[in-house]
């Protein structure tokens, strides 16, 4: 059964094969360099950083979710399509997240606590992320 090129089963598409995503998301990123379209940009930025912090390369991982919260938090603020700006939102608040994330996992508990603070406080009364407030 060919579930998508390059994964010939369900038993080899569930292997975490996260070295291969990694290269797989720099060709997207360099495909993406060309286009317009800055939040496919970031969010293959984001993804990057995912990959990179299930390896346990924090630091780098840490890179990728700086860039994405700050492209995030400028975008949500913009006066744009509802589902644009959720998108914005969550892309802010799951940045934020796993840059704590990434914190933790370097000892740097007093940016990871910064962090988490930041998400309750901006959450508190957004009734539209409850799932990134659980996160928190």
Not at 35 to 55: A, C, F, P, R
Not at 119 to 130: A, F, V
Request: hydrophobic content about 30%; glycine content about 6%.
């Amino acid at each position: 059964m060919i579930l998508f090129q390059g994964h010939t089963s369900e038993k080899e598409y569930n292997k975490r094969q996260y070295k291969y995503a990694v290269e797989q998301y720099l060709k997207a990123y360099q495909f993406s360099r060309n286009s317009g379209d800055d939040y496919l940009k970031n969010k293959i930025d984001y993804h990057l950083g995912m990959v990179k912090s299930y390896l346990g390369y924090y630091e780098a991982a840490a890179v990728h979710f700086r860039n994405t919260t700050k492209y995030f938090e400028e975008h949500m603020k913009e006066k744009l399509h509802p589902n644009i700006r959720l998108n914005n939102e969550s892309g802010y608040f799951n940045s934020i997240y796993r840059l704590s994330n990434c914190y933790e996992n370097l000892r740097l508990y007093n940016k990871e606590d910064s962090l988490i603070s930041i998400g309750l406080q901006k959450l508190k009364n957004i009734n539209e992320h409850l799932l990134e407030y659980g996160y928190f």
